[in-house]
């Protein structure tokens, strides 16, 4: 009888114990919670990729896709899935679920973070309501929160589109290939400044930029217009003038472009601009191989000068996407002829862009209503990217 009476205050002690925990839990304090503050600290990047898949194959991948077809980020589902959808809570016997898409928007007013149950519960400070629990210490780290953010606002749809490819693939080619030594305004306009193609200008409105190869141990010398007034305006009117020859290039003969990659007109082999989305625009109809071919093309019968811009904008042997992408092959969208080798070092030698990276930019490029068919699919939806592998070409459907 003795025995049974200690096993039954053992029972009840314990009892007690586990109900004294569930309601330590169940209020969420003490000092695992002292000062905690969960309310977003980040800002809406509109330049981050958020999607809610980690991976989603872009509309113009091969049949089987390539590397560089497949957008791969960290997504809405797989962060849920890493702090809410676990065997033991909202994957398992909790409730609600956050398991599927349709599971997570039962909880998300789309394109309203602050309408949303799904964000109230990652930031609020209310802790008996906290998502994750605050006592599990595994509080979301501000770039999870601002994934699940920027993905509300952008509208909380289940597979990406072009408001959700435009400002991260932007962003990519600006970051990635706009440096100093590459596609830069300020050392494009620098080797005009040098050449002495732009008068009146001081010391002052230039610097120089080294640049060593690490490999070969070369030393590049660049000249940098750092003066922002004059270089916006030589800029500006260098784009002006091209937008406005290849409009009609007869009633506009006298602003065919100087811009060329070797002398005369250039001391360097100055890159074009990549630097805004109107820069990207440019160089995608008028691409540099039309803007800058590498012999004379014209010569001005009075003048004599010699004119390195070809005629016909469509004559064109690059293009932004197959500078970008090793996978594919572009045909001059005027011969309709192929290119027999790939042109991706932009992406590998210029920018170190990631296959995801080029994935993201492709299907940006494809998707953007901004970019004329002719430059996606050539005239009469001939088609003018292939893939290497397979010569598959990319035609609208």
């Not at 962060?79 to 065997?87: D, F, M, N, R």
């Not at 784009?239 to 065919?256: G, H, L, M, P």
């Amino acid at each position: 009888m003795k025995t049974n009476s200690i096993i039954k205050a053992t029972a009840a002690f314990f009892t007690v114990m586990l109900v004294s925990a569930s309601l330590f839990q169940c209020k969420k304090t003490g000092d695992i919670v002292k000062g905690l503050d969960r309310s977003f600290k980040g800002t809406a990047d509109t330049t981050a990729y958020a999607a809610f898949y980690e991976s989603n194959t872009i509309a113009t991948a091969d049949a089987t896709p390539d590397a560089n077809d497949v957008v791969k980020f960290r997504g809405v589902q797989t962060v849920l899935h890493e702090y809410c959808a676990t065997s033991n809570c909202h994957g398992g016997p909790i409730s609600p679920k956050f398991d599927t898409y349709a599971q997570v928007m039962q909880y998300v007013s789309a394109g309203n973070p602050s309408g949303s149950k799904l964000w109230e519960y990652l930031t609020t400070n209310n802790f008996d309501k906290a998502m994750p629990p605050v006592n599990s210490n595994h509080e979301m780290d501000v770039t999870d929160k601002t994934l699940i953010y920027n993905w509300i606002i952008n509208g909380a749809k289940e597979k990406p589109d072009l408001k959700d490819f435009r400002p991260a693939a932007i962003a990519l080619i600006n970051n990635g290939c706009g440096s100093a030594n590459c596609h830069n305004e300020a050392t494009a306009t620098g080797g005009w400044a040098r050449k002495g193609l732009i008068a009146g200008l001081t010391a002052s409105d230039t610097t120089q930029f080294t640049f060593t190869n690490q490999s070969t141990g070369s030393v590049t010398v660049y000249c940098l217009l750092s003066n922002k007034t004059i270089r916006d305006q030589v800029w500006n009117a260098y784009k002006d003038s091209v937008r406005k020859f290849f409009s009609d290039t007869v009633a506009y003969a006298s602003y065919r472009p100087w811009k060329t990659f070797t002398t005369p007109r250039s001391a360097l082999s100055t890159r074009g601009p990549l630097q805004t989305y109107d820069d990207i625009l440019l160089d995608i109809m008028n691409p540099k191989s039309v803007r800058s071919n590498s012999s004379v093309v014209y010569t001005d019968p009075v003048t004599t000068v010699q004119y390195y811009c070809k005629g016909n904008p469509l004559n064109a042997t690059s293009s932004l996407v197959s500078r970008t992408d090793s996978t594919l092959l572009l045909a001059n969208p005027f011969t309709n002829v192929f290119a027999t080798s790939q042109q991706g070092d932009m992406a590998y030698g210029d920018g170190g862009l990631k296959p995801n990276e080029v994935a993201l930019i492709k299907a940006w490029y494809f998707a953007d209503p901004n970019i004329p068919d002719v430059w996606k699919y050539g005239t009469n939806n001939v088609g003018i990217f292939k893939y290497r592998k397979t010569g598959n070409i990319i035609i609208k459907h």
